[in-house]
C-alpha cells in the first residue's frame, strides 16, 4: 500500500475502485500546480522550485496519468459494458462520455507538455506561449472537475455497487477491474 505520511492511506490492490479514486486526488493536486504557475509565474523566469515543480508534474501527466485512463478504457469501461442491469443505460452514456473527455484530455495534456517543455528549455516563454499555457491549463482544470465529478460521483459508485453483489455479473464476468498485466496499473 502506498504510504502518505499525515493522511488518509490510499487505497491498495484490493480496492481497484478506491486506487482510480485515489489516482483523481493526484490528478487535482498535480494539475492545480500547473494551474497556479501559468497564472503565477506566468511563462517568465522560474525559480529552482518552480522548475522542479513544472518539471515533474509535466512528467507525472506524460508517464503516469496515461496508465490511469487505461486502466478505465481497458479494464473497468469494457467491463461495464458487460453489465446486464436495467440501471446500466444511463451510466453508459457517461462512459461514452468520458470516453471522449480523455481524448480531449490527451490532445490538451499534449500541447500542454510542448509548451512546459520549451519553458524549462528556454527558461522563459513568448507572451503568446505564455497566454496559450494559462489558457490550455485552465481549460483542463474545466475539464477534470466536470469529469472527475461524473466518475467520482456516478460511475465509480455504480461500479463498486455492481461489484459488491455476491451473484452480480461483474463478478461472473472475470472479476473486479484489472489491466491486461492482470492487476490494476494505478497512476502513483
Ligand atoms: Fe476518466
Ligand atoms: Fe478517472
Same mark, same amino acid.
Given at each position: 500500500?502506498?504510504? @502518505?505520511?499525515? +493522511?488518509?492511506?490510499?487505497? =491498495?490492490?484490493? =480496492? ?6 485515489? $489516482? ?5 493536486? !498535480?494539475?492545480? @500546480?500547473? @494551474? ?19 518539471? &515533474?508534474?509535466?512528467?507525472? !501527466? ?12 481497458? /479494464?473497468?469501461?469494457? *467491463?461495464?459494458?458487460?453489465? =446486464?442491469? /436495467? ?14 473527455? %480523455? ?12 509548451? +512546459? ?5 528556454? +527558461? ?8 496559450? !499555457?494559462?489558457?490550455? &491549463?485552465?481549460?483542463? =482544470? &474545466?475539464?477534470?472537475? %466536470? ?19 455476491? /451473484? ?12 491486461? *498485466?492482470?492487476?490494476? /496499473?494505478? $497512476?502513483?
Amino acid at each position: 500500500m502506498p504510504i @502518505v505520511i499525515g +493522511g488518509k492511506p490510499e487505497s =491498495d490492490f484490493s =480496492d481497484p475502485i478506491g486506487m482510480l479514486g485515489d $489516482c483523481h486526488k493526484r490528478i487535482v493536486r !498535480f494539475l492545480g @500546480v500547473l @494551474v497556479r504557475l501559468a497564472n503565477q509565474a506566468a511563462g517568465g523566469p522560474l525559480s529552482a522550485d518552480e522548475r522542479a515543480m513544472l518539471a &515533474t508534474r509535466l512528467r507525472y !501527466f506524460r508517464e503516469a496519468a496515461p496508465k490511469h485512463t487505461a486502466d478505465e478504457e481497458e /479494464s473497468l469501461f469494457p *467491463r461495464m459494458r458487460r453489465i =446486464d442491469s /436495467s440501471e446500466i443505460d444511463d451510466v453508459l452514456a457517461r462512459v461514452d462520455s468520458l470516453e471522449q473527455d %480523455h481524448a480531449c484530455a490527451d490532445r490538451v495534456h499534449a500541447e500542454i507538455d510542448r509548451l +512546459g517543455q520549451l519553458w524549462l528549455a528556454y +527558461g522563459q516563454l513568448s507572451p503568446q506561449d505564455a497566454a496559450h !499555457f494559462r489558457e490550455l &491549463t485552465g481549460q483542463l =482544470d &474545466t475539464l477534470y472537475r %466536470h469529469h472527475i465529478g461524473v466518475e467520482d460521483r456516478e460511475v465509480f459508485p455504480f461500479a463498486a455497487k455492481v461489484s459488491s453483489r455476491p /451473484s452480480g455479473n461483474w463478478r461472473r464476468n472475470g472479476g473486479t477491474p484489472r489491466n491486461r *498485466r492482470g492487476r490494476p /496499473s494505478g $497512476c502513483a
